[in-house]
């Protein structure tokens, strides 16, 4: 076991009850405040640990670190030394904010420097983003679509069960929760008959999903094998993968779905490590037909994250709308790196991969508002007494996922946005 | 007229007849010698002037730019200045080698320092690229995709006419011209009633194209016009957007090309800036129906660029197999930023957004082996008496490009690759 994983510690930091953030998580990210820079913080409870003055008080003497690896306004720098150094790194964390652990815990006044309440601080973008992907692996929602759009008696696309089909996303364009999101314009023909007309898209929509963020990876020409792939995973987080439904019908074919996505995506500030979610490692459904070669895999490679889908509109209470989990999806993220890079490609520090939209079988469970009011033909009736079809102007999308058992909960925090006028 | 533009201009470096490096290109690099480490250069016949020496030694006084910019190993930090700067820059550079100029011509140990014979360099990667575009401009390219993959009766998809269709690629996997590349694995489905297996591609292609560079662009939720777009480009190199067309032809529907382009994507060295391409702009085809109207444009946009293809076989000599030219291209880079940015997408210093593969309206005019042997049933016949259906390991691939007037030649240069066998 993950030393830092060890269900029985306690932290003196105070974690209430039912947090997302307990001594067992450590998730790690990048704050600021009135009067620090940019950094690298660890988050505990309702609590920021701030990593550079832990550095330069002498906290992280012995790791592979530097204090311009703290300092830096991304992960990124940090990552640089792989999982190893990032868990020897999480360990020490677990190690300091240790009840039984006095050197840090007696001193109020180091204590006054590297721990600030998070009501304090202001979040940044943790990651400088390399390339980012997105995969399309749960195969309720590409079952959910395909019934929709093309051919309902066979929904699937026959590539779908013996490729974690994916593609490319724009990295320019992948924000931070709480920044809201002007609606975006582009070519929609509301009338299928008429020519297209260039308008604010009228079926807004979100995706629920979670995504990765890759460490270094091999030269250009090699590959990443399954059963390597979690060696090159550092964390995860919550992502939105906003969709204008409109847009996105009429210019997908033939090259997949462009400004109907690239206008934002939005990620939870937290990285959660693969280390933490340790603990939460479950099967994902049995692939059927068997997979070719090299996406076969060894023990259980899914995590049972449960996830939920909430609308706030302007000034009410918000509306749970859906209830998710990531266990659901089809293909995981080894096959998905694994064949990411069974052509040579190379990926590199900081590069981030969506797992697409996770859908489960049940109505109630569908990942995005598309699915949840079957293409609008069934609004969704919200806790103030108004319907939506897709998201309006000022409703807020929140998601939130965490991860529980008997002895703990590991959870992500939540990324939210608020959809703004177009301009 | 931009100053370095003018035809009369003479340099006192020795430029060969035909030459596509004259003075008035300057095109920009990245170069290193066994003694220099990655720096900033300029191209003048077969010489690179180093930028890095030349401001040092002071002849740089008095434009917006600091050491750091020429030292830096990408143009990306000089491309902050944005177009005002490297027009400046490029101006000041043509002044410097112009032939009435004593200045720098007449220090021969100034001389020894900033002029480097080309045989001398090796080229570097010149841009450190943010994200990755690639559009789908040429409609003759298109119709002939369409005739052979879908109906040959509506080979133009219903909105090819409306919109620059474009998608997102893989900015890891871009590499330098001379960089070889083994052949992909992947998922392809040799006959269409069996499973599909994994194997080294069959059917690996090439694609004609040229790539411009951006400057930084605006905020995300702003929109660059068409009228604005030219003052967002810094440059154009020439592309060779490799693809493998048994990985394609599979794993594309619904969301794109993936590991069928992103194993490798060969770009030229030398970035030529717009400005020198200036006394080259013409229309581009008609476009019928009219677009709509953050699509209009006024005057000249496209570029009458001379571009062909040869393929030489390991040891043997090289066979030109495609001429080409980008004028021939649908929509041009105004129209495709402005698409681009027109639902908030923002671009950033050092995106790159290839044209398409170039295909003219003859055979010997398509931009790629599956139009040119028609997806393989019309073999080319090579000088050294072999055919070629696709490209065969050992292949190497060399793409040219030029302009050219009365006056001036300005070239870009060539990209080539050879193919290695699958890993």
Known sequence: MIAANNPSLKSWVEVPPNSDFPIQNLPFGIFKTENLSPRVGVRIGNYVLDLKSLFVLGYLEN??????????PFLNQLMKTGKEGIRQLRNRISKLLNVNQKDLQSKQHHLEQVLIAIDNVEMCMPIQ?????DFYSSKEHATNVGMMFRDPANALLPNWLWIPVGYHGRASTVILSGQNIHRPKG?????????PIFAPSRMLDFELETAFITFEGKALGDSI??????EFIFGKCLFNDWSARDIQSWEYVPLGPFLSKNFASSI????????????FKVSGPIQDPAVLSYLEFEGEKSYDIHLEVLIQPEEKTESVICKSNYKYMYWNMSQQLAHHTVNGCNIRCGDMMGSGTISGSTPDSFGSMLELTWKGTKPL???????????????TVIMRGYCKNENVRIGFGEVKAKILPAK
Do not use: M
């Not at 790791?63 to 830096?72: G, I, K, V």
């Not at 070519?187 to 020519?195: C, M």
């Not at 094998?225 to 979690?230: R, W």
């Open 225 to 230: 094998s399954t059963n390597e792939a979690e």
């Open 63 to 72: 790791t592979p670190f530097e204090l311009s690896d703290f300092e830096s």
């Open 268 to 279: 939870s500030p937290w990285i959660v490590t693969l280390d933490a979610l340790q603990p």
């Open 187 to 195: 070519q929609i023909k509301p009338n299928p008959e008429d020519n």
């Open 129 to 133: 983003i390399g390339d980012y992907t």
């Open 381 to 395: 009736l919200l806790n103030d007494g108004t319907e939506r079809k897709f998201i309006q102007d000022n409703d």
